[in-house]
Every structure is written in structure tokens, then in C-alpha cells.
């Protein structure tokens, strides 16, 4: 009798040790693989910052490098230094490294390039951001704050930084020559459009800082900036510059610097944070898994000797029993549902006593907000004698809820009939929050909160997504890009608030007259985009006059009519995102110039 029981006993201890060794191993697989990520994205954003600070030190190179001989050292300096930090970036993690990118470096590095070469150089060096943030996976984080803020830094804060780059260097030329050439102009309209559609980004990035870091003083320049630059359209007018213009380009120059040093800081910290935390959780796990087995033989040797004893079997025994009624939700229950017995632990989560759950219906902690068909499918279950899984919403004594993941299983009797129910309960509250907060952190990513439409940021992701599908298999895309006739005026005479109304009215006319096929959403301000699959340009051209019409017969309360301008552009061969989206920007242009409430097709793409 005792070598069978030590045998059985041995048998339990292999299968248990081998179960805890698995757990223990997969466990710190996981952590292992997610602690090599963040190593990645933490190298990933550290080279984000080089580039950021290779594109920065270019454009105020070519500021002081005909003036300043002590800055223009400085700079190429540091020009040098930063190329020299990326390369040995890329040695230590080769994902990193493009060659064609590489070669654009080392033409860098000679330092003769010309002021419309280092805009190019500028450009190239944001579109690597893009490769970058990709490659490190900072865009793919389970976190989902650092999602959203990664994903500013990397398509949205290179491109604001070194719009005001480019604008502040014009603007400085501007002061000091007294002119500016045609191509400069260009540009400067350019980059100062892109620098007004961030302020939407710009505001989200600070909002997410608030909460890590003292940033009122960044949110007030912010506010004084954006109540100037809207004013300051026709800067070059007349020969004169705006003294206005000068402040907040030297302004939004200094607060770009801010972000970013802040921003880049608060990611760098979060990922540092990850580390150690994973690190930890790794080393934990192996002192847990080693303190485990030692208990467990420990726990092993001195049960097998109890056997030896019926007194100190039933001590064993019961000990064991207290545990697992301290720490184990459990509850028993006879055939029909009636509860007969419940642990400590049931006690604690339910708020109810033993006294008061014995006796009640198995269904009488279910929160009224939990639907009634789970508890159909609770009962075919166990009434079929099939073990029941499921996830249960339930309400305490006290009013709160809380959810459970519920594992009732039935006990069988020898000729095939159910005697009880025994239902084993996880606490699974915390997880079922977690999951409805990334739900809305994921919404708060994609759509433009006023208007309940696509964002810019998704519109971007879906543009480039038919772009790719159009270069492999020629599926054509057209898009209309659409502006609030004279919108400005709307503000000015009713106010903000019966701006964002007509905006939002404008918007969920265009949402319920498009396509299931289109896409559509919110550009910046009072434009808005729609994306229309596999349509041509005068298929796309019937949808906006349709959306025109619309708009222009409908009463918008105590401001009357309104009107928009449209302008179409459809994909074609040797057009980049870009061009397309010029095209569009075009055509409206000559809608909103030909008298407004109108749509126009870029070119000769169709009919005008």
C-alpha cells in the first residue's frame, strides 16, 4: 500500500513539476519577446531623435552659414556629429540602414549643398521618419497612449518641426533682403498650410504631455501662435512683412523645439519604464518558478508522510481546504440551480455572506445589464452535462459590478445523472476595463471628434493603402477634396459654436448621401475629404455635384444656405500621393476663384 502511494504520489509530482515548467517557460518566452521589441522601440525612437536633430541643425545651418562663420562651424559640427551617431545606429541595428538613404548622408556630409538641396535633403530625411517608425514597431505598441503618440511623432511632428523650419528661414531672408523669389513663395504658402492643419496634432501631442509633464506654458504660446497665423496669410503683400508673422514664426520655432524635446523624452521614458518592468517580471518569474518547486516538493514530501497518519492527513487536508477557501472562488450547487455552498473568497467579491448565498438561485449575482441569452446557454450547457466557459457580468451586495470568467462544471453520477454543479470563478474586472479603454483610445486615434468622421491621420493610412493597390493591380481611386464657402464668415458673425454645428451638419449630409464603397472625413478646418474606390474621375465627378446640390438646398437654421466647393483628381500613372492630393487642392482652388459652389475636375480629366 505505501509503494503504491508513493508511486502515485510521484507520478502527480513529474506531471505537476512538468506543468509548472511549461507555465514557467512560455511565460518567459513572452516577456522576453516583448522586452526585445521594446529594445527596439526604444532604439528606434533614439534614432527618430538623431534624424530630428540632423534635419534641425541643416535648416539653421543654412541660416547662419553666409552671416555667422562662428555658427556655421557650430552646425557642421554638429551636422557631422549626428551622421556619424546614425551610421553607428545602424551598425548596432542593421533593420535600420537604407542605402539609397545612406548615400543621401554623405552628400550631407560634404556640406556644399544649395538652400533648395537642403529642403530636399529635409524632405528625404522626414520621409525616413516614416520608414523608422515602421521598422522599431512604434507604431504597433500594446499600449495604447504610446500608440497615439508615436504615431504623431513619426507621420506628424517631423513634418510640423520642419515646416516652421523652412517658414521661420524665409521669413528671416524675407527681413533681411527685402525680397523673396517666386519658388520661396511657394514654398512658404506650402509649408505654412501644413503648419496650420497641424494644429489639431499639435494639440493632441500636448494634451498627452499634461499628463507626465508641466506644459502650460507650451499650450499658452500654442494659443497665442494659432490666434496669430490664421491673420497673416498675405505676409509678402505690398513688400511688407507682418511684425505679427515675425513673432509667431519665432515663437512657433521655439515651442517646435519644445515638443519635440518633450515629446521624444516622454516616449524614451515609457519604453525605459517597459524595460525595467519587463526585466523585473522576468526575473521574478524565475525566482517564482524555483521558489515553486522547492515548495512544491517541500509541500509533496510532507503530504506523502501525512498518509502515514490518518490524523495528520485530515490536518493536511484541511489546511489545504482553508487556502483554497480563502483564495478560490468557488460555490456548489444542487441540480436545480440552488446554491449549497460558497468559499471566503466568493464572500469577499460578492459582498454576500455564506449565509446569504446559500440557498438563492444560481443566477441571483447576475447584473441586470447581462444579457438573458447567457443564461440560456448556461443552462443548455450543464443541463446537456457539458462543462460551461463563459465570461458573466455580476452585481455585489453593495451596488458595484464586476466581471467573472465562470467554469461550471457538472458532477456525474454512475448511471449518468447530474447530482451537482461546481462553479469555479476568475476575477476578470480589470481586463474587461482595459479592453474598453483601448476601444476608445482607438476610436479617439481614427476619427475627428466634432464631426464623428475620419481623421486626417486615418484618411492618410487609407490613401496610401489604394495608392499601394493601384501600383500592383491598377485599381483606380478618385478623390474630392471639399471647402465651406466663406466659413470664416460663419464664425465671425454667429460664433464658434454655430461654426462647429454647420460643420457637423455638413458633414453627416455628405456621410449619408455617399457610397458604402466611399470613405470620407475631416481634412483640417473646414475641408473634408472623400476617397472614392475604383471610381474614375467623372464617376467621382456625379458624386459631388450630387453632395453640391444637397448642400446648397439644405437650412442650416439661423445662418440660411450654405455652399461648397469641390475639386476632383483622379490617380494616375507617375502621380505620387502628393501630386494627387495638389491636384485636388488645384481644382478647388479654381472652384472657390470662378465664383464658388462649384465643382471642378483637375485638368482635362473630365468634364469642368
Request: hydrophobic residues 35%.
Amino acid at each position: 500500500m505505501i509503494k503504491k502511494t508513493f508511486i502515485q504520489f510521484l507520478l502527480i509530482y513529474i506531471l505537476i513539476a512538468i506543468s509548472l515548467v511549461g507555465v514557467s517557460f512560455f511565460t518567459n518566452l513572452e516577456y522576453t519577446k516583448q522586452l526585445k521589441t521594446a529594445n527596439k522601440q526604444l532604439l528606434g525612437v533614439e534614432y527618430l531623435r538623431e534624424l530630428y536633430l540632423l534635419s534641425s541643425d541643416i535648416a539653421q545651418y543654412l541660416q547662419y552659414k553666409s552671416d555667422s562663420p562662428k555658427a556655421k562651424q557650430s552646425y557642421e559640427e554638429s551636422i557631422l556629429h549626428h551622421i556619424t551617431t546614425i551610421y553607428a545606429k545602424q551598425k548596432k541595428f542593421p533593420l535600420f540602414k537604407n542605402v539609397e538613404f545612406n548615400q543621401k548622408l554623405e552628400e550631407i556630409k560634404r556640406l556644399q549643398f544649395s538652400k533648395y538641396r537642403a529642403y530636399t535633403f529635409i524632405d528625404e530625411i522626414n520621409k525616413e521618419n516614416y520608414k523608422i517608425g515602421d521598422k522599431s514597431e512604434l507604431l504597433f505598441e500594446e499600449n495604447r497612449k504610446l500608440y497615439f503618440l508615436g504615431t504623431l511623432v513619426t507621420h506628424y511632428m517631423p513634418e510640423y518641426l520642419l515646416s516652421s523650419l523652412i517658414v521661420h528661414g524665409i521669413v528671416e531672408e524675407f527681413i533681411t533682403t527685402e525680397k523673396i523669389s517666386k519658388k520661396d513663395e511657394k514654398i512658404f504658402i506650402e509649408q505654412n498650410k501644413l503648419i496650420d492643419l497641424s494644429f489639431d496634432e499639435i494639440e493632441s501631442i500636448i494634451t498627452l504631455l499634461k499628463n507626465y509633464t508641466d506644459t502650460i506654458q507650451l499650450y499658452n504660446t500654442f494659443n497665442k501662435i494659432k490666434k496669430i497665423i490664421p491673420y497673416t496669410e498675405n505676409i509678402f503683400e505690398n513688400g511688407q512683412v507682418s511684425k505679427k508673422y515675425i513673432y509667431s514664426s519665432h515663437q512657433l520655432l521655439k515651442l517646435s523645439y519644445k515638443l519635440n524635446d518633450k515629446t521624444f523624452d516622454l516616449i524614451r521614458k515609457n519604453l525605459e519604464k517597459k524595460q525595467n518592468y519587463l526585466q523585473k517580471k522576468i526575473s521574478t518569474y524565475k525566482i517564482i518558478f524555483f521558489t515553486l518547486i522547492i515548495l512544491f516538493t517541500i509541500i509533496m514530501f510532507l503530504y506523502y508522510r501525512s498518509t502515514l497518519s490518518n490524523l495528520k492527513k485530515d490536518l493536511e487536508i484541511q489546511d489545504i481546504n482553508e487556502v483554497l477557501d480563502q483564495f478560490v472562488i468557488f460555490s456548489k450547487t444542487s441540480k436545480d440551480g440552488e446554491i449549497t455552498y460558497v468559499s471566503s473568497a466568493f464572500e469577499k467579491i460578492s459582498g454576500y455572506t455564506k449565509e446569504e448565498s446559500i440557498g438563492q438561485d444560481l443566477n441571483y449575482l447576475t447584473h441586470e445589464d447581462m444579457d438573458e441569452n447567457m443564461s440560456k446557454e448556461l443552462w443548455k450547457a450543464i443541463s446537456s452535462k457539458s462543462t460551461y466557459i463563459g465570461e458573466v457580468l455580476n452585481k455585489a451586495k453593495d451596488g458595484t459590478s464586476y466581471w467573472v470568467q465562470e467554469i461550471i462544471t457538472p458532477k456525474i453520477d454512475e448511471e449518468g445523472e447530474i447530482l451537482n454543479f461546481t462553479n469555479y470563478m476568475v476575477n476578470i474586472t480589470n481586463k474587461k476595463k482595459l479592453e474598453v479603454a483601448n476601444k476608445k483610445l482607438e476610436a479617439l486615434s481614427i476619427y475627428d471628434p466634432l464631426t464623428q468622421t475620419y481623421n486626417r491621420l486615418k484618411l492618410d493610412m487609407l490613401t496610401h493603402t489604394l495608392y499601394e493597390s493601384y501600383k500592383r493591380y491598377k485599381k483606380i481611386f478618385s478623390i474630392i477634396l471639399i471647402d465651406i464657402d466663406f466659413f470664416k464668415n460663419v464664425n465671425d458673425e454667429f460664433g464658434h459654436l454655430v461654426g462647429d454645428e454647420v460643420l457637423k451638419t455638413v458633414a453627416n449630409l455628405i456621410k449619408t448621401n455617399i457610397r458604402e464603397s466611399d470613405h470620407f472625413g475631416r481634412w483640417g478646418g473646414e475641408e473634408f475629404l472623400i476617397i472614392c474606390e475604383l471610381t474614375n474621375a467623372q464617376e467621382a465627378y456625379i458624386l459631388a455635384e450630387k453632395i453640391r446640390k444637397i448642400i446648397e438646398s439644405h437650412k442650416f437654421g439661423v445662418i440660411g444656405t450654405r455652399t461648397i466647393s469641390l475639386g476632383v483628381s483622379q490617380i494616375e500613372d507617375n502621380l505620387t500621393i502628393k501630386d494627387l492630393l495638389n491636384e485636388a487642392d488645384q481644382a478647388l482652388y479654381q472652384a472657390k476663384n470662378s465664383g464658388r459652389n462649384r465643382t471642378v475636375l483637375y485638368k482635362n480629366k473630365g468634364k469642368k
